[in-house]
Each structure stands twice: as C-alpha cells, then as structure tokens.
C-alpha cells in the first residue's frame, strides 16, 4: 500500500487527535493536581489521591465485580452469539435478517422498557433471580449482540466463503475443518474487536447495574456515583484507572490479533 | 482420443434452465475456451464438472472414468476461482500445503512439491507472503500453483484474468499459456473476452443460453462462425442481410453477408478477376496505429473496412470517394431463416 502525504489532511487529523484528547488530559491533570483554581495550570502535582484510591478496598472491590460481569458476560457472548452469527449468515438467511433487525432493539427501544422487561423475565420463573449478580451478568449478553453480530458478520461478509468453501471441498478439505483452521482465524480481529468495545461499554454501565441489582452489589460505576461528593480530584482518579485499563484492554486484543496474523 | 466428455448435461434451478444439454469433448492436454457473455452458464458448467453441484442430468467421463457420481475431492479436478478464494490467514506456502496436508504425505515431499510447483509460477520468492501482501497477478498465480500442486488430471479456469488490468493481463496471459504447455495438463478456460479465448484456446466452444452453439478452432470461428450470435460475439465483423449485401453488390444475394473489415480492399480489382467492385464514401477515419479504420458508405448501407497504414502514405480523409474491391470467397455466408 502506498501513503500519499496531504499536508491539510495530516494537520487536520493531528488537531482532532488533540482535541478529542484534551478531556482525557485534562482530567489527568486535575487527578494529579494539589489544587487548581483561578489558573490555566493546577498548583501543584502529586500522586496522593491515586494512593488514596487505588489503595481503597470498596474502589477494588467494585473494579473487579465490573471486571469479572464485564468479562463473564463476554464469555457467554462468545459462546453463544459468534457461533450464532456464523451459523445464520451460512445456513439460515432468514434468521439472518432477523437477526439484522434485532441489532438496533437495544438503540431503538428506550431503558426504561428494556428494564421493565427485564425486571419481569427476572422475577418470574424459570429464571427468579431477582437482585443477584448473574441477573446483570445475563442483561448484558444481549446488550453486546449489536456489537457481535456487525463485527463478525462485516468480518465475513469480507470473505467470499462460497467460493473458500468449494475450494476446500476441492482440496479434500472438510467444510468444520475449513472453518476451523480458515473463517475462524480470519474473523478473529472482528470478534476481538466487538469484545473491546463491549468490555468499554459494560465497565461504563451503570443504569441496569443500579436498577436491576442495586446497592448490595457495588460496580465501578456505582462506586463513582457514591464518590461523586467527594472532590473532584477523587473522580477524576477514577476516571484516569478506567481510561487506562480500557486502553491497556485494547491494547491486549490487538496485540493477539496482531500475533495470530502473523503467527497462524 | 477423448479425455473429457461431457453428455447432456442439464440443470435447472426453479423454472430456469441454466444448462440446457450440453456436449463437450476435451482432448488429452487440449486447453479448450470456454467463450460466451456473463450469465450464460459458464461458471455453473465449470461447478458441474468439479462437483460442486449437481446437475439434474448427463454423465461425465475423465480418463474413461465415470466421475458424475464421485466428491469432488475424488475427481482429479483442480480448480481456479475468478476470485482467487486463497485462504487469507494462510501464507502462500500454506494455502499450497493445505491440500497437501490433506493426503497425509511426508513433510519433505510436501515440501518438494511446493517449491516445484512455486518455481513453475514463478513464486518461490513469495512463499512466505500472505494474500493481502500479494498483487493481483501474484494472487492469481498462486491459486493456479494450488490448483497445480495436487497433480490434477483436469485444470478448471474460471475467467482467471478477469480481475486484473489490462497489462497484467497480457502478460498473465502469456505465462498461462506456457504453464500449461509446460504441464501438458487438459484445461478448460472460461472467459468472456473474444481476445483471450482466440491467443489461449486451441480450440474453443461458444456458449449461449445455457447451450453450445459452436465448438472449434480459434480461426474457425473467427472466419466461419455457425451462426449470428457467434458472429456478433466474435470479432467486429460487418454482418449484413442478404438485402444489404445485395444492394452494396448491385446483385441479387440470398444469404447473410460475414464481411471482415480487412476483406475490403481500397482500390480497383485487378482486370479480368471475378472480384466485386463498389464505388464507396468514407464517413469517418481513425488511425490508430498500424491499422487505419474507416466507416465507409455505398449504395446507402454503412460498414467498416480496415487497412494497414503505411508510414509514407496518407489515410483517406472523410468525404473522400473511393473503390473498394471484394473477394467474395473471403466472406462467410449463412443461409437466411
Ligand atoms: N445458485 C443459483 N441459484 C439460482 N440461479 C443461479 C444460481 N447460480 C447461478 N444461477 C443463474 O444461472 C445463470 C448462469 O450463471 P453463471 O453460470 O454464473 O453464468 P456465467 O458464469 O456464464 O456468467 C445466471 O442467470 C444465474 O443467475
Ligand atoms: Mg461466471
């Protein structure tokens, strides 16, 4: 691939950079800050209050309870959602459009129904689980859907597996094994993509988490609207720490999509 | 002797018929083209014979065996996909080796066959490169050295060149050609591009509507095509009724006219030869190259006449009055129905 240099398109790109970075800087600063007031630039600095909270046994507690629905939900989404997607776009067409449709459910209709919904499903048997835990564990599977089904089904979508398929057949190369060792592989930095910018989204969750298992079982969010009295500095804290690990979380995924393509 | 025979091979789907009883025989390490325009059944004949659908009938005989029944695994058959379909995550090795593995050979012989079959196609370079590091001729160079390295007893092509630009083309062309006169391996072609079956096939079969209209040599259908459709597919030759021919002729004409641009010759017959003689008009002159090209006007019909330019000789400019002369035995005639 050749990269043409645009000098206005180059300076217009770094400015947005800076730009959508300016927040994320800012609230920085004011993490590390002494005091900040009346200046453009804060007093002093000091990493005091990241002590104060990373050191704080409710702040890890709630890190890991997101972290651990965050990431069982993920689990259960791989599990059940990539397999779906990959059988409908090969076998089922109909299912297929439906399932096209089902993608804007979570957009198009409003929480508070969704909730409503949901409360009910929950309060009821088979699944009476009202208030525990694996209640959120289970609301956010759905919610990852969208998320799954545009990346794995645009990832496949870029393959022509009609004409990979008859290749193989011609090889002596079963279709599960064509799957196995070729589609799968090549879809997986769509699937690592979607498990990104779900894990973002889960860990920022906050409406289903405090209405559907409430205070007993505190998430990342929660504890970020418990500390919002607090002082400003304290929230901006924890705003960094999730910054960071959604980063380091991106940065994790693409570095395994980058060693399998390269490895594979 | 027939190594490829294809009887009534016919298929539908729905109240469509896509294949409408098809007849093909192929000759040991014949490359033959398969030539018709886009819809036409090509790449679904192409599937039957490597079975990767089943047609409703006929019967499919390769090196006197019976194979219509048989996986396509089991056919002997190697395949090129129009769009390549190499395995992305693969590197080309492994998209060769793939196959290979497949047949549970020794790693060493896998290995031999690929650099073999690398150095045919003139890969061995890029053996470690993935699809998307690859250009479009490499590409397709790779899915013929898969095809290839399995040893096929037939090599399936469909529109191998279609994807690529004009120059590649060319140049792919060529080197397909010497791939398989180097392998001597039975290959049938399909192509849509009149240019490409004509320097590729040693024989080619036209086909329309799911049928074939007309199976021969290169020049033969380019001189004596069996009918009006090869004619039009084939060629820029002048296709004139019988009364348009016989108003240009000043003579009465009862068949359908196949005149190539270059049969007219500009100027007047030799004395005492039986050629025809029209009094013409030229309308429009292009000179591209070697060759110039002229619409020309007699007798109130229109038609196109090629002549070879000359680096000291002006073209005939438009408006300008000439004699063409016509050797009728150049022509191609087909009765009128
Ligand atoms: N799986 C299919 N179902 C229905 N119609 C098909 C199918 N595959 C091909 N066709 C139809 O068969 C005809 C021939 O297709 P094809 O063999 O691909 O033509 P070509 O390769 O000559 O362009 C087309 O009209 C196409 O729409
Ligand atoms: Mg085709």
């Given at each position: 691939?050749?990269?043409?240099?645009?000098?206005?398109?180059?300076?217009?790109?770094?400015?947005?950079?800076?730009?959508?970075?300016?927040?994320?800087?800012?609230?920085?600063?004011?993490?590390?800050?002494?005091?900040?007031?009346?200046?453009?630039?804060?007093?002093?600095?000091?990493?005091?209050?990241?002590?104060?909270?990373?050191?704080?046994?409710?702040?890890?507690?709630?890190?890991?309870?997101?972290?651990?629905?965050?990431?069982?939900?993920?689990?259960?989404?791989?599990?059940?959602?990539?397999?779906?997607?990959?059988?409908?776009?090969?076998?089922?067409?109909?299912?297929?459009?439906?399932?096209?449709?089902?993608?804007?459910?979570?957009?198009?209709?409003?929480?508070?129904?969704?909730?409503?919904?949901?409360?009910?499903?929950?309060?009821?048997?088979?699944?009476?689980?009202?208030?525990?835990?694996?209640?959120?564990?289970?609301?956010?599977?759905?919610?990852?859907?969208?998320?799954?089904?545009?990346?794995?089904?645009?990832?496949?979508?870029?393959?022509?597996?009609?004409?990979?398929?008859?290749?193989?057949?011609?090889?002596?190369?079963?279709?599960?094994?064509?799957?196995?060792?070729?589609?799968?592989?090549?879809?997986?930095?769509?699937?690592?993509?979607?498990?990104?910018?779900?894990?973002?989204?889960?860990?920022?969750?906050?409406?289903?988490?405090?209405?559907?298992?409430?205070?007993?079982?505190?998430?990342?969010?929660?504890?970020?609207?418990?500390?919002?009295?607090?002082?400003?500095?304290?929230?901006?804290?924890?705003?960094?720490?999730?910054?960071?690990?959604?980063?380091?979380?991106?940065?994790?995924?693409?570095?395994?999509?980058?060693?399998?393509?390269?490895?594979? | 002797?027939?190594?490829?025979?294809?009887?009534?091979?016919?298929?539908?789907?729905?109240?469509?018929?896509?294949?409408?009883?098809?007849?093909?025989?192929?000759?040991?390490?014949?490359?033959?083209?398969?030539?018709?325009?886009?819809?036409?059944?090509?790449?679904?004949?192409?599937?039957?014979?490597?079975?990767?659908?089943?047609?409703?009938?006929?019967?499919?005989?390769?090196?006197?065996?019976?194979?219509?029944?048989?996986?396509?695994?089991?056919?002997?058959?190697?395949?090129?996909?129009?769009?390549?379909?190499?395995?992305?995550?693969?590197?080309?090795?492994?998209?060769?080796?793939?196959?290979?593995?497949?047949?549970?050979?020794?790693?060493?012989?896998?290995?031999?066959?690929?650099?073999?079959?690398?150095?045919?196609?003139?890969?061995?370079?890029?053996?470690?490169?993935?699809?998307?590091?690859?250009?479009?001729?490499q590409k397709q160079r790779v899915a013929l050295a898969r095809a290839l390295v399995l040893e096929p007893s037939l090599l399936l092509l469909d529109e191998p060149l279609s994807a690529l630009d004009a120059q590649i083309r060319k140049r792919l062309r060529d080197e397909l050609k010497r791939i398989q006169r180097r392998t001597g391996l039975t290959s049938i072609l399909v192509t849509h591009d009149q240019d490409e079956a004509l320097s590729l096939g040693d024989r080619i079969s036209v086909m329309n509507n799911g049928r074939i209209t007309q199976t021969a040599s290169g020049p033969e259908i380019f001189y004596r095509p069996a009918d009006l459709f090869v004619a039009k597919f084939i060629g820029n030759a002048n296709i004139?009724?019988?009364?348009?021919?016989?108003?240009?002729?000043?003579?009465?004409?009862?068949?359908?006219?196949?005149?190539?641009?270059?049969?007219?010759?500009?100027?007047?017959?030799?004395?005492?030869?039986?050629?025809?003689?029209?009094?013409?008009?030229?309308?429009?002159?292009?000179?591209?190259?070697?060759?110039?090209?002229?619409?020309?006007?007699?007798?109130?019909?229109?038609?196109?006449?090629?002549?070879?330019?000359?680096?000291?000789?002006?073209?005939?400019?438009?408006?300008?009055?000439?004699?063409?002369?016509?050797?009728?035995?150049?022509?191609?005639?087909?009765?009128?129905?």
């Amino acid at each position: 691939m050749t990269t043409t240099r645009h000098p206005a398109l180059t300076t217009t790109l770094w400015f947005a950079a800076i730009l959508l970075l300016l927040p994320v800087l800012a609230t920085f600063l004011n993490s590390i800050a002494t005091g900040w007031t009346g200046g453009i630039l804060p007093s002093g600095l000091s990493l005091d209050a990241y002590q104060t909270i990373l050191l704080d046994a409710r702040f890890q507690s709630a890190l890991l309870r997101s972290t651990i629905v965050a990431g069982l939900a993920l689990f259960l989404a791989c599990l059940l959602i990539v397999p779906a997607v990959i059988a409908a776009h090969f076998y089922w067409p109909t299912l297929d459009t439906w399932m096209a449709r089902l993608v804007i459910l979570p957009y198009a209709v409003p929480t508070i129904i969704l909730m409503v919904g949901y409360l009910r499903v929950f309060s009821a048997p088979p699944l009476q689980l009202g208030g525990q835990p694996i209640v959120l564990v289970l609301t956010y599977v759905p919610l990852c859907f969208p998320m799954f089904y545009i990346n794995v089904k645009n990832s496949l979508q870029a393959l022509d597996t009609t004409e990979l398929f008859e290749a193989g057949r011609l090889l002596g190369i079963s279709d599960a094994r064509l799957l196995r060792r070729v589609i799968l592989p090549s879809i997986f930095p769509g699937i690592a993509l979607a498990i990104v910018l779900n894990f973002a989204g889960l860990m920022s969750e906050f409406v289903y988490a405090r209405m559907l298992v409430g205070g007993q079982f505190e998430t990342l969010q929660m504890y970020m609207f418990a500390q919002r009295d607090l002082s400003g500095r304290l929230s901006s804290v924890i705003v960094t720490v999730y910054f960071l690990i959604t980063l380091l979380i991106t940065f994790a995924a693409f570095r395994l999509v980058w060693r399998t393509e390269t490895k594979s | 002797m027939t190594y490829l025979d294809l009887s009534a091979i016919g298929l539908r789907y729905g109240d469509n018929v896509i294949l409408d009883g098809i007849d093909l025989s192929v000759e040991q390490g014949e490359m033959h083209v398969l030539l018709g325009p886009s819809g036409c059944g090509k790449t679904t004949l192409l599937r039957s014979i490597a079975g990767l659908v089943q047609p409703d009938r006929g019967a499919i005989h390769l090196a006197g065996r019976a194979i219509e029944m048989l996986h396509p695994k089991d056919r002997g058959i190697g395949m090129v996909f129009q769009h390549y379909a190499l395995f992305p995550n693969m590197t080309v090795r492994q998209n060769l080796a793939f196959g290979l593995e497949q047949r549970r050979l020794v790693r060493k012989v896998i290995d031999e066959k690929i650099d073999a079959v690398l150095e045919i196609v003139s890969l061995q370079n890029k053996a470690d490169a993935r699809p998307r590091q690859l250009s479009g001729g490499q590409k397709q160079r790779v899915a013929l050295a898969r095809a290839l390295v399995l040893e096929p007893s037939l090599l399936l092509l469909d529109e191998p060149l279609s994807a690529l630009d004009a120059q590649i083309r060319k140049r792919l062309r060529d080197e397909l050609k010497r791939i398989q006169r180097r392998t001597g391996l039975t290959s049938i072609l399909v192509t849509h591009d009149q240019d490409e079956a004509l320097s590729l096939g040693d024989r080619i079969s036209v086909m329309n509507n799911g049928r074939i209209t007309q199976t021969a040599s290169g020049p033969e259908i380019f001189y004596r095509p069996a009918d009006l459709f090869v004619a039009k597919f084939i060629g820029n030759a002048n296709i004139l009724t019988a009364a348009e021919f016989s108003r240009l002729i000043g003579r009465d004409f009862d068949q359908t006219a196949i005149i190539h641009p270059h049969v007219f010759k500009i100027g007047k017959a030799s004395e005492g030869s039986n050629l025809f003689e029209v009094a013409a008009t030229v309308v429009e002159t292009v000179a591209a190259g070697n060759v110039v090209r002229y619409v020309m006007q007699a007798n109130g019909i229109m038609f196109n006449v090629e002549a070879q330019s000359a680096m000291n000789e002006e073209c005939l400019a438009a408006g300008t009055g000439t004699t063409l002369s016509i050797n009728p035995s150049n022509g191609h005639f087909l009765k009128e129905n």
